[in-house]
């Protein structure tokens, strides 16, 4: 079974005022169907630009040097990064810019096939994920299109909002009807989550979904996507620093630290203390537990 | 980011700056008598090293004439930028502290004197005031308050809760020196160096347009850039001299002024950040 | 819908844009009591009968204290009586006068604003992100466009002269009924040439394009864009329902500069516009016609920033919450 994502060798660079810096260090990952795979890492760990990278959806020049990536949706196979070579190697110290515009148009065209119908996103600061101007229940709508073109209008409206009493919206026709500044931090979460997954994409990317919303509101963030995952038809991408949440939802772990993959195992062992932890895992683990009680 | 590129512009406009400024500073100490100068075998020639910069169609030094021009905007241009500056970092501090009617009452004032078109109550004033470009150039320097104003009282605002204030304040530190130390010098200072430049850019618009014009501004024979950029009237077709080279003088004098302000500005908020 | 919420914001804006008004032509009424010596001999031209002056001194309420009188000027202005003109157009009523210069200007102001949106927003599209091949070209344009417009307008015209001059200088062509400049002519050709020394003078279309450009950039690289573009959707439709409150915002914004630079280059190539009408009253010594198209000019500028207001608000739903 091939993988939906498959990462081998990524390498990513970032030139910076003290001189060009390494921020992902030769990484490797990958998620089957049906899985979850969490990325567990701290701030500055690189886990959240080499995944939004990888899937095309950083601004600008990711500033990927080395690797390779492969997508696989059905019959659609996409390898991104391959004849990337004039593009992405670039000599230290030379602005990235004129590889910028080449990079994003091949990065868009590859890309593009396999945006929403391979994958969506789910990311942090939820009200800034949504359009401003657009009511909740437009965006949904654009999500049902685009995922079953042949719905007419009232069919199209009446899943949307069947998407939104899906992910427990109490009113689901007056959140239809509201703009993301009427709504509360968690609400605007559900809506993204109800728009991503409308589109029915076999690969669900959350970075870091419930940063910034309070706690009771992130444990219900986090029930939802184990109520929404539990059939496993879908495949996500879960990266967060919270070890909790991320041996909650996952099926495997990977951890990452300074740019590197350190320990790469299955949740389960991990909870149950199977096997031989890295000590860095070991040390989130126990400041985990420390905060449990302290 | 254009590091190298930012600099040159910066001393590059600097330079024309401090030229001005140079100018500026030795032009009234200039003896000049526009009258004896009128030499009318001497007319409208070119550039050479008797004339740097030709004569006009009386047969006066254009150059001189350029010299003199500055006395008509520079010290004005200083007062209005003085004005608009200490004015609006006023307006704006007492904008930002006040609370409940009084504050309503600021801002109401500082938001009508926004709305009057600037150049149109400039030349209302002219027309029931006649007055001298000093004048002007402080009711130009007036004008310009509110924008200063909303900018420093934002500021303020922001600042008032932000937690290293909040200690100053607890340490028993003065208001007026938090206010003027760290909030106006520490903070706001690119913005004000920014406005400054405008306002004096904008007292050398009005001031040449109103001498261009003719009726308010510098009148012959006293020279301002603006009266002899009017010469284009009189000389269609001739000699270019008497009118292009101060309406180049006009042209690189505010393009520098703006770049100089804005580059510094930008140096001093990345410095800031 | 969200009826109610809109009614009341617009109610709101409407009195403080009339609020506005009144305080503006406050400071107007203001100024004219502040003319040195006695005020009505100060306001009148000179060899103007008595009568006249009494006339004059009745509509301008100068036979009271500065408040009534201001109150008594106030009720005529509002219904639009502002006079007659006195040395201008003789015997005509101000607003006779002033209404179709008017429209004259406001037509020249508006048609340059949209000219100089179009292309800025061609031009930001077009040019993407700014670089440093793009400064060769953005440096000294940039330099050239803090010109101020009337300086613009000069050099334009002499320029545009001397052209012309090559071509017709041996009879070959005949020269345009516009040339040489300024010629009052019954021709287009002067309006462009106005409008276009109003876009680059004064750094307007250098700025509004720099700050359209920078919105676009911002707006792309949003978060909220980059959700549209992950789930497979067309983000051009999104961009540019957002870009509407940036382009009215900076549209109205640009208009006082506008209606400022108008008056200068009206004057340079004879149109005969409110902004030329203001500058020969004013040489005239012709008040109730510079007080009344002061007015005028502070009315539109006011009108104009409240239309977009509410434009602004019926494009985006966070206007109307936001109040006041």
């Known amino acids: 079974m091939t993988a939906l994502l498959s990462v081998r060798d990524l390498i990513i660079e970032f030139d910076t005022a003290q001189g060009r810096r390494r921020v992902v260090d030769g990484i490797s990952f990958h998620v089957d169907e049906g899985e979850v795979l969490g990325i567990l890492g701290e701030s500055g760990s690189g886990k959240t630009v080499s995944t939004l990278a990888v899937l095309g959806l950083v601004e600008g020049n990711p500033g990927i040097m080395g690797g390779q990536v492969e997508l696989n949706a059905g019959e659609t196979h996409v390898s991104l990064l391959e004849g990337l070579e004039g593009v992405i190697k670039r000599p230290a110290g030379k602005p990235p810019r004129k590889n910028t515009r080449r990079w994003q148009r091949m990065v868009h065209r590859r890309m593009r096939p396999l945006w929403g119908g391979l994958m969506t996103a789910v990311f942090q600061n939820p009200r800034h994920s949504l359009d401003p101007l657009m009511t909740i229940g437009k965006q949904v709508e654009e999500s049902v299109g685009l995922a079953e073109p042949t719905l007419d209008r009232a069919q199209r409206r009446a899943r949307a909002v069947e998407w939104l009493d899906r992910v427990l919206m109490s009113d689901p026709e007056r959140v239809f009807r509201s703009y993301a500044h009427e709504l509360s931090g968690g609400m605007c979460q559900r809506a993204m989550i109800a728009v991503a997954l409308a589109r029915a994409p076999r690969l669900l990317v959350a970075d870091e979904p419930t940063t910034g919303l309070d706690t009771t509101v992130r444990a219900e963030i986090i029930g939802l996507f184990e109520d929404l995952l539990a059939d496993r038809r879908r495949s996500m991408l879960y990266i967060s620093h919270d070890i909790q949440e991320v041996l909650h939802l996952s099926d495997r772990v990977i951890v990452m630290r300074h740019g590197k993959i350190v320990e790469e195992a299955t949740a389960d062992a991990i909870k149950r203390g199977v096997g031989e932890r890295h000590p860095y895992t070991a040390s989130l683990l126990a400041a985990a537990e420390l905060g449990e009680h302290g | 980011m254009g590091g190298r590129g930012t600099s040159f512009a910066l001393w590059l406009s600097g330079a024309v700056v401090g030229i001005v400024l140079l100018i500026g500073i030795i032009a009234p100490f200039v003896g000049y008598d526009p009258v004896s100068d009128v030499d009318y075998d001497a007319q409208l020639l070119g550039p050479s090293w008797s004339h740097l910069f030709g004569t006009d169609a009386q047969g006066r030094d254009v150059a001189i004439r350029l010299l003199k021009g500055t006395e008509a905007f520079f010290l004005p241009g200083l007062l209005a930028a003085a004005i608009a500056v200490v004015g609006g970092a006023l307006a704006g501090a007492v904008a930002g502290y006040l609370e409940g009617f009084g504050r309503t009452v600021v801002l109401g004032l500082l938001q009508l004197i926004d709305t009057l078109p600037r150049l149109v109550f400039i030349i209302l004033v002219c027309t029931i005031l006649n007055p001298s470009i000093t004048l002007i150039s402080g009711v130009a320097g007036v004008l310009f308050i509110p924008a200063i104003a909303t900018v420093i009282r934002r500021k303020v605002e922001a600042l008032a809760s932000e937690d290293y204030i909040l200690a100053h304040v607890a340490h028993g530190f003065s208001p007026a020196r938090i206010l003027i130390y760290h909030i106006l010098w520490l903070q706001c200072r690119p913005v004000l160096i920014r406005q400054a430049t405008f306002v004096f850019g904008y007292v050398l618009f009005v001031e040449t347009a109103l001498s261009y014009l003719g009726d308010y501004g510098v009148q012959e024979p006293a020279p301002s850039w603006g009266n002899m950029v009017a010469q284009t009237r009189d000389l269609a077709g001739q000699a270019p001299w008497p009118w292009l080279f101060p309406a180049i003088a006009i042209v690189l004098t505010i393009s520098a002024f703006l770049s100089f302000g804005n580059l510094l500005a930008r140096r001093d908020e990345e410095a800031i950040r | ?324």
């Not at chain 3, 009968?49 to 009494?54: F, G, R």
């Not at chain 3, 200088?169 to 010629?183: H, K, L, R, T």
């Not at chain 3, 209606?259 to 004879?270: N, P, R, W």
């Open chain 3, 1 to 324: 819908m969200r009826a109610l919420p809109l009614v009341l914001a617009t109610l709101r804006r409407l009195a403080g844009s009339l609020g506005l008004l009144v305080g503006a032509s406050f400071i107007i009424y203001m100024m004219v009591r502040m003319a040195p010596g006695d005020v009505i001999d100060a306001i009148s031209p000179m060899g103007t009968p008595p009568e006249m002056k009494a006339q004059l001194a009745a509509e301008f309420g100068l036979d009271r204290d500065p408040v009534t009188g201001y109150f008594a000027w106030l009720s005529r202005s509002a219904v639009g009586d502002f006079g007659e003109s006195l040395a201008f157009s003789p015997g005509e009523s101000v607003m006779a006068v002033a209404v179709p210069a008017f429209k004259r200007t406001l037509m020249l102001c508006a048609l340059t604003l949209l000219a100089g949106l179009a292309l800025g927003l061609g031009l930001a599209v077009l040019m993407g992100e700014p670089g440093p091949r793009q400064q060769i070209f953005t440096g000294p344009a940039y330099v050239l466009t803090a010109a101020p417009s009337f300086v613009v307008a000069v050099l334009f015209a002499q320029g545009m002269n001397w052209f012309i001059h090559l071509f017709v200088a041996d009879g070959s062509y005949e020269p345009p009924i516009w040339y040489p400049i300024p010629i009052y002519a019954d021709s287009l050709m002067p309006y462009v040439f106005a409008g276009f020394s109003m876009l680059a003078g004064d750094g307007l279309f250098m700025d509004w394009f720099n700050t359209l450009r920078a919105e676009l950039l911002s707006l792309k690289q949003s978060q909220f864009i980059i959700a549209v573009r992950a789930k497979g959707a067309r983000t051009f439709g999104h961009i540019v329902k957002n870009l509407w409150v940036p382009v009215i915002s900076s549209f109205a914004a640009r208009l006082p500069l506008v209606l400022g630079s108008v008056v200068i280059v009206e004057y340079i190539f004879t149109l005969d516009g409110a902004g030329y009408v203001l500058l020969e009253a004013s040489r005239l010594r012709d008040f109730p016609m510079v007080v009344g198209l002061s007015v005028l000019f502070t009315a539109t500028v006011i009108a104009v920033s409240l239309a977009a207001d509410l434009v602004r608000a019926l494009v985006d739903p966070r206007e109307v919450s936001r109040g006041g």
